[in-house]
Structures are given as C-alpha cells and as structure tokens.
C-alpha cells in the first residue's frame, strides 16, 4: 500500500494563478480532508468529505474548492491564488469519521504564492 | 479563538528524563483528545488517544492523562529518547463530528 500521496510536493504560484493540489489514498478509505499547517497555527481544516460525491466545508474553506467523484481521489483547487494561502497542506483519510478510525496524512505539499 | 491551545511552542527534554507536553482546551463538548507527531517534512502520525471518560491512557513509554475540570490534559514520554524529537500536536473531537481540532504544536527536542 502506498497509503495517502500527494503531489506536488512543492509548488510557487504567482498571485492570481490556479492549480490542482492531488490528494489519493489506496485504503479504501472513505473520509478524506484537506488540512492547511501555519507556524503558530498548527493544523486547520479546510474541506472534507465523508463519501464519493458528498464534501463539506471546514474551518477555512475560503478560495478552496474540492470534489469527491471517487473514493481514492480527493483534489484541492485553488481558484486565485493569494499570498495568505502560502502554506503546507496535508490531505488526510480514515477509514470512517468519528472517533474510531485513525486519521492517515500524506507527506504534505509545501505551496509559495508570490 | 483557538479551541485548543499548546502554550509552549518548545521543549528541550535530557535523554532519559520524562517528557511532559501539555494541552488546554475551551469547549466542554469535546469529548475525545488525540497527540500527534510530525517529523520535518512528514505528515502527523497518530500518537495516542483519550476518551473523556477515562482520566488516564498509556500505550508504552506514552501516556495521556486529562483534567477534565481543568480542561486539561498533558503526554507524559518515559523515558525519552532522542527518535522523540519532533512536534507534538494535541487534537480534539466532537462525539458525533468527524472533523478534528488541532492545537498549534509543540516542538519537543531530546538532548543527549
């Protein structure tokens, strides 16, 4: 199993640009969620999803979209990217929600918006 | 506001000696608390968890106790070892929410 992988593993954008961050897992996991890691902030949900087809917001879901079309894929777009989205995100999955289920990362993709 | 709050940004521990990290949380409908640890360029891996209604988890060297009048809970490391260097973040749950609130760190390093 190569657990939960992201790509890239990093990425400079100029303000305005978009781009797709991958988030995959090969567990057959069905909660998946994108965090964002700040110095001082530690970990922040973005978005989740609970299910192929079903996603939801998070703490900071503003300039994010996600979609959920399979169980294994669970992409991060930024629609126009801002210096404040400079960051490290993490795409997490767990076999369900709740307390039972151990949340998996990735290896995180470092993000610089000039 | 934060929810969940990890005062010290930093911990220098001597090797063998115990490591104490320490956890405050604001919101009483917690009801289940979770350590993570994140090497440099990894992602966090899980730790050790508590339900709120046990007051003591050990797994190990690791053990999770939590105050809950206090709101409080701490990760004792007996003894620590230098593969221990690395940020520890305390998390917190809501009993039927499947999102996780994490605290902003804790940078433990282990000195020979």
């Known amino acids: 199993n190569a657990g939960v992988t992201q790509t890239p593993k990093f990425q400079v954008l100029k303000t305005g640009q978009s781009m797709t961050l991958q988030c995959a897992q090969d567990?057959?996991?069905?909660?998946m969620s994108w965090y964002r890691q700040d110095p001082g902030m530690g970990l922040r949900l973005i978005h989740y999803s609970v299910g192929a087809g079903i996603t939801d917001q998070g703490e900071v879901p503003n300039g994010y979209n996600v979609s959920r079309s399979t169980t294994e894929d669970f992409p991060l777009r930024l629609l126009s990217a801002a210096p404040s989205q400079t960051s490290v995100y993490f795409c997490?999955?767990?076999?369900?929600?709740?307390?039972?289920?151990?949340?998996?990362f990735g290896p995180g993709t470092r993000l610089t918006v000039t | 506001d934060q929810q969940v709050k990890q005062n010290s940004p930093s911990l220098s521990v001597q090797e063998g000696r115990i490591s104490i990290l320490n956890c405050d949380y604001t919101n009483s409908m917690f009801d289940y608390f979770l350590w993570y640890k994140k090497y440099p360029a990894e992602g966090p891996t899980f730790l050790i968890s508590i339900s709120s209604i046990k007051d003591k988890n050990e797994d190990g060297r690791f053990t999770v106790f939590l105050n809950k009048s206090a709101k409080h809970l701490s990760l004792h490391i007996v003894p620590s070892q230098p593969g221990d260097s690395a940020v520890y973040f305390c998390a917190a749950q809501y009993s039927s929410a499947s999102k996780i609130i994490f605290g902003s760190g804790t940078r433990l390093s282990i000195r020979p």
């Open positions: 567990m057959n996991h069905e909660y």
């Open positions: 997490a999955s767990s076999l369900a929600g709740g307390h039972s289920y151990e949340q998996y």
